[in-house]
């Protein structure tokens, strides 16, 4: 079984972190997966980054340019993971533009996020019906989950179609906006909430955007299997760097 399905069946809610790959050093991606792992992190989003990163706030955005300048590249990241499931058990999912993906050839990419261990891809920018027709029986063929977006303007019947093809968890934008943190869910956010858990999809949802901080996790949680926290994550490693990454998950799950 996929890790993402076997986490999901845990009695709990989860917490899944977003960072970039490379950054805020090149060689800092494994030491981060690593720790976040330790300090009880249950799911990582792992970032590629893009040059024109679309559904990304400014902190991410800055993250992402500061990265590419780094020298991080997907052949990079790839390297650099190769070994990770030599010290890494928890889900890990990159999360990237379709692009990059495109340019090493769609097969080859997942083929090679097999043999390191990866579970799953979060691509923004990958319509839902052009996986469906091109390129989903190449994900079920190197054990993939792709995880779709879902934002407050998506129909009731998209979202009953993405559920349809689905095989691992919505991520559920919590609002219309791009990422970055925000103070606490208001009342339309929450009755969005509300409406998705009340359809019963086949499956859970966790959400992403707007996530920093204890309450918003809390508040999203009550009607969601968990939540994805990016911006807010990538602000405490600019501010604070790499070595208290415990001190930013104690203040969320805490």
């Given amino acids: 079984m996929n890790r993402i399905n076997q986490k999901l069946q845990e009695d709990k809610k989860l917490l899944s972190i977003y960072f970039t790959a490379g950054y805020p050093s090149?060689?800092?991606?494994?030491?981060?997966?690593?720790?976040?792992?330790?300090?009880?992190?249950?799911?990582?989003e792992i970032g590629l980054p893009f040059s024109d990163p679309l559904a990304d706030g400014p902190t991410i955005q800055a993250s992402s340019t500061q990265a590419l300048k780094n020298g991080m590249t997907t052949e990079v990241l790839f390297d650099q993971l190769k070994d990770i499931r030599k010290s890494v058990n928890i889900p890990l999912i990159i999360m990237g533009y379709f692009n990059p993906m495109f340019q090493y050839g769609v097969e080859a990419f997942c083929k090679k996020c097999?043999?390191?261990?990866?579970?799953?891809?979060?691509?923004p920018d990958l319509p839902v019906d052009v996986y469906h027709e091109k390129y989903q029986a190449i994900f079920e063929k190197y054990g993939l989950i792709n995880v779709f977006l879902i934002t407050p303007q998506t129909s009731d019947e998209r979202i009953r179609y993405i559920d349809s093809i689905s095989s691992g968890f919505i991520y559920m934008v919590s609002s219309a906006s791009t990422t970055g943190a925000k103070v606490g869910f208001g009342e339309e956010?929450?009755?969005?909430?509300?409406?998705?858990?009340?359809?019963?999809?086949?499956?859970?949802?966790?959400v992403g955007f707007g996530i920093s901080n204890n309450q918003t996790f809390t508040?999203?949680?009550?009607?969601?299997?968990?939540?994805?926290?990016g911006s807010a994550f990538v602000k405490h490693v600019t501010n604070e760097g790499v070595n208290s990454l415990d001190k930013f998950v104690k203040s969320v799950l805490n």
């Fill in 114 to 123: 097999q043999e390191i261990g990866i579970d799953g891809l979060i691509i």
């Fill in 189 to 206: 956010q929450t009755q969005y909430f509300e409406r998705i858990d009340n359809m019963n999809l086949n499956n859970p949802q966790i």
């Fill in 26 to 44: 090149i060689n800092d991606t494994v030491s981060i997966i690593q720790d976040l792992e330790k300090n009880g992190v249950d799911m990582i």
């Fill in 219 to 229: 508040q999203a949680t009550q009607y969601a299997k968990g939540a994805i926290i």
